[in-house]
């Protein structure tokens, strides 16, 4: 039996990319995703190539989903090996009209402003990307301390580093899925399990599309301002997450790292403007 990995997520752009090459590296994925026709997809397209996956319905906001989702797995895989925890996104709910504030926000009720977004909006999005995380680790790193080995990798994003503009949830919640990396990693050091996370710039999936372009095609202003502030001028391609992907969540060669977020940015980080 190869390594078992589980991903959350897994119907969306970013982490069906991982799941087609984990199954091509010999792993049995296990793809979980509340779009199970999504997820299904991804596995029936890994089957074909003579791989091995299996599609789950799962919340990551519900436990107890996801406990059954995992009995499942053991039965169908077996216990995990690897956890990719990918699911998160932001969602026009908590996505002001205005980058900075401007005169009658305070009172605005036609669009969305810091002052009228909705508690529940904002819980909404953040607990997806942060309870989202928490959750399946507390699920899923018991078949890890049980077997005294394994490797969790989260997906932070460049707004931990430098939140973006419009998705304040969105913002302050990658920057808890980094420093929750850490504190995973610290939390288990002597089990065995490494705990790491990528920081993607900007790539182009379902959830920003409506940000990056319009209904036309062409690039928003918000679009023009990305890629003047990427080095490399341009978004990233999913495949090229591929390389830190395998990196670290090799045993072998990535044995002594953990605690770390690795951006993968086009040299977005890197840059001050001038």
Same mark, same amino acid.
């Not at 993607?200 to 690039?219: I, S, W």
């Given at each position: 039996?190869?390594?078992?990995?589980?991903?959350?997520?897994?119907?969306?752009?970013?982490?069906?990319?991982?799941?087609k090459?984990?199954?091509?590296?010999?792993?049995?994925?296990?793809?979980?995703?509340?779009?199970?026709?999504?997820? !299904?997809?991804?596995?029936?397209?890994?089957?074909?190539?003579?791989?091995?996956?299996k599609?789950?319905?799962?919340?990551?906001?519900?436990?107890?989903?996801?406990e059954?989702v995992?009995e499942e797995?053991?039965?169908?895989? *077996?216990?995990?090996?690897?956890?990719?925890?990918?699911?998160?996104g932001?969602?026009?709910?908590?996505? @002001?009209?205005?980058? @900075?504030?401007?005169?009658?926000?305070?009172?605005?009720?036609?669009?969305?402003?810091?002052?009228?977004?909705?508690?529940?909006?904002?819980?909404?999005?953040?607990?997806?990307?942060?309870?989202?995380?928490?959750?399946?680790?507390?699920?899923?790193?018991?078949d890890?301390?049980?077997?005294?080995?394994g490797?969790?990798?989260?997906?932070?994003?460049?707004?931990?580093?430098?939140?973006?503009?419009k998705?304040?949830a969105?913002?302050?919640?990658?920057?808890?899925?980094?420093?929750?990396? !850490?504190?995973?990693?610290?939390?288990?050091?002597?089990t065995?399990?490494?705990?790491n996370?990528?920081a993607?710039?900007?790539?182009?999936?379902? !959830?920003?599309?409506?940000?990056?372009?319009?209904?036309?095609?062409?690039?928003t202003?918000? @679009?023009?301002?990305?890629?003047?502030?990427?080095?490399?001028?341009?978004?990233?391609?999913?495949?090229?997450?591929?390389?830190?992907?395998?990196?670290?969540?090799?045993?072998?060669?990535?044995?002594?790292?953990?605690?770390?977020?690795?951006?993968?940015d *086009?040299?977005?980080?890197?840059?001050?403007?001038?």
């Open positions: 039996m190869g390594k078992i990995a589980v991903i959350t997520g897994a119907g969306g752009v970013l982490c069906s990319c991982f799941a090459e984990l199954a091509k590296d010999g792993f049995e994925v296990a793809l979980l995703d509340l779009n199970y026709d999504a997820a !299904q997809k991804v596995a029936d397209e890994i089957c074909a190539n003579g791989g091995k996956a599609a789950y319905k799962a919340n990551v906001l519900d436990r107890d989903m996801l059954a995992r797995i053991l039965k169908d895989l *077996g216990p995990c090996d690897v956890l990719i925890n990918g699911a998160g932001n969602n026009p709910r908590c996505t @002001t009209k205005n980058e @900075t504030f401007e005169e009658g926000d305070e009172e605005a009720e036609d669009y969305k402003t810091f002052f009228n977004l909705d508690k529940k909006d904002f819980n909404f999005v953040f607990d997806l990307n942060i309870v989202g995380v928490m959750i399946p680790t507390q699920v899923f790193a018991k890890m301390v049980a077997k005294k080995s490797t969790i990798l989260n997906i932070s994003s460049m707004n931990a580093y430098r939140p973006l503009t998705i304040p969105y913002s302050s919640a990658k920057a808890g899925v980094s420093n929750l990396t !850490q504190w995973l990693a610290v939390h288990f050091a002597g065995g399990i490494r705990v996370a990528i993607p710039g900007f790539f182009v999936t379902n !959830q920003n599309r409506a940000l990056l372009f319009n209904e036309d095609g062409t690039p202003a918000r @679009t023009n301002k990305i890629l003047n502030a990427t080095p490399m001028k341009r978004f990233g391609e999913p495949e090229e997450l591929l390389g830190a992907v395998r990196f670290l969540i090799d045993d072998s060669s990535a044995a002594f790292v953990t605690g770390v977020v690795i951006p993968i *086009g040299g977005f980080s890197a840059y001050s403007g001038v």
